[in-house]
């Protein structure tokens, strides 16, 4: 069985078709397409643009769904429309247009499937761990049974880069200014320190970590003091940290610097001595969701109406 995922994402839409059998999958297929979504906000609202290209975004990749046949295609937003206003009106629009239904998961849904994908790649049994994606981060504590503590924060490297930052690499005082809001954020949801190493997963993540082994060392862990040193090594010569950014990662020329921040905030708000890095994510955990719930899905309206040709 071949199940297709579209993870709507502030940063990009990212598909990514999973060949699945006896409870286990495999990724075959994996494309993004940068979203838009902070470029394209009016006040609290997605413009009418930034609907249209979210919806060319999904038509095609619906046209990689079909050449690689695949017999489900699911569709789960996160912050991208948590903190939209019109976001009745996109998840409509998209409907009428594409037949995809869009999933809005909550902060304590992502959370979990942060969790179960979390759970897939370590046999740590508890800990800390966070998304951090263009809209939002999503900070949770887990034991064996679960969460036990989770909240999602507008703090994502799009719109920290869009809130704190004036220029293209942040000042020092803007970094500090970015640390200082995610501490204070955590402090008022409740978060306590609880030490050892922060589990962090996102694009922004893998980002920082291939700056890390161009820059320092081969390695998916990544001490604090070397975040520090990275942070201040970038904020000093922003030209040159530009042009090495470009060079690793063409995208996220004023994202990636507010993003180490917001990773900085958190590992120092919680006592961690470090952050580890994981490839897998929130589509890898909603697949798990997926294999787990043996209800059929609702048919999909455009597969219907091909269907009946």
Known sequence: MRIGIIDFGTNTLRLNIFETEDREY??????????????????????????????????????????YRCDRVECFSTASLRYI????????????????KIKMISGDEEANCDYLAIKSVTEEKCGIGCDLGGGSIQVFVYDENGPIKSASFPLGSSRTAKRFV???????????????????????????????????????????????????????????????????????????????????????QRTLVPGMAVLSGVMKKMGCDGMKIYSVGVREGFMETILN???KPEPNILDLILGSI
């Open 85 to 100: 206003d019109n976001a009745e009106d996109v998840l409509e629009q998209v409907e009428f247009r594409t037949g995809i």
């Open 293 to 295: 719930d043996d209800s």
């Open 26 to 67: 495999r990724s075959i297929y994996d494309f993004a397409i940068y979203s838009k979504i902070v470029e394209n906000t009016v006040g609290t609202s997605l413009s009418q643009d930034g609907i249209e290209h979210v919806i060319q975004a999904i038509e095609e990749h619906q046209q990689a769904c079909r050449h």
């Open 166 to 252: 004036k220029g293209q690499i942040p000042t020092e005082k803007e970094i500090s200014d970015i640390e200082k809001c995610v501490m204070d954020s955590l402090d008022e949801s409740g978060f306590s320190p609880c030490g050892g190493t922060l589990f962090a997963m996102g694009g922004t993540a893998k980002a920082i970590q291939k700056l890390y082994n161009t820059t320092i060392k081969k390695g998916n862990e990544i001490p604090l003091s070397d975040v520090n040193l990275m942070l201040s090594l970038l904020t000093e010569k922003p030209e040159e940290a530009l042009e090495l950014i470009s060079d690793i990662a063409p995208k996220r």
